[in-house]
C-alpha cells in the first residue's frame, strides 16, 4: 500500500437514519457540525434518508407510491402548454 495517499483523520462517527431513527456507528473521516451522544460517549453526526434498516431491498418492504395521482398533477400542470 502507498504511503501518504489515504487519509489520517478517521474516527468513529454516528450515521442515523431520519426515517426510523435508527443509529449505527463507523469508522469515517466525514466531516460534520452536528454531533449525537450514544452510551454516554458524544459522536459526530451525519444523517441519511435511508439505511439498510429501511430501504426496501434489505427489508422486504415496499412503499406505495401515488404514481397516478403525480401522473394527474404533472399533467394538470403543464395542461396550458398542450398544442391542440
Not at 17 to 25: G, I, K, Y
Not at 34 to 59: A, C, M, N, Q
Amino acid at each position: 500500500m502507498k504511503k501518504g495517499i489515504h487519509p489520517e483523520n478517521y474516527r468513529m462517527v454516528a450515521f442515523k437514519d431520519m426515517s426510523n431513527d435508527d443509529v449505527f456507528l463507523t469508522r469515517s473521516t466525514v466531516d460534520t457540525k452536528e454531533t449525537l451522544e450514544v452510551d454516554g460517549v458524544e459522536y459526530p453526526l451525519v444523517k441519511l434518508e435511508i439505511s439498510r434498516t429501511s430501504h426496501p431491498f434489505y427489508t422486504g418492504k415496499s412503499k406505495l407510491i401515488d404514481a397516478a395521482g403525480r401522473i394527474d398533477k404533472f399533467k394538470n400542470k403543464y395542461k396550458k402548454f398542450k398544442k391542440d
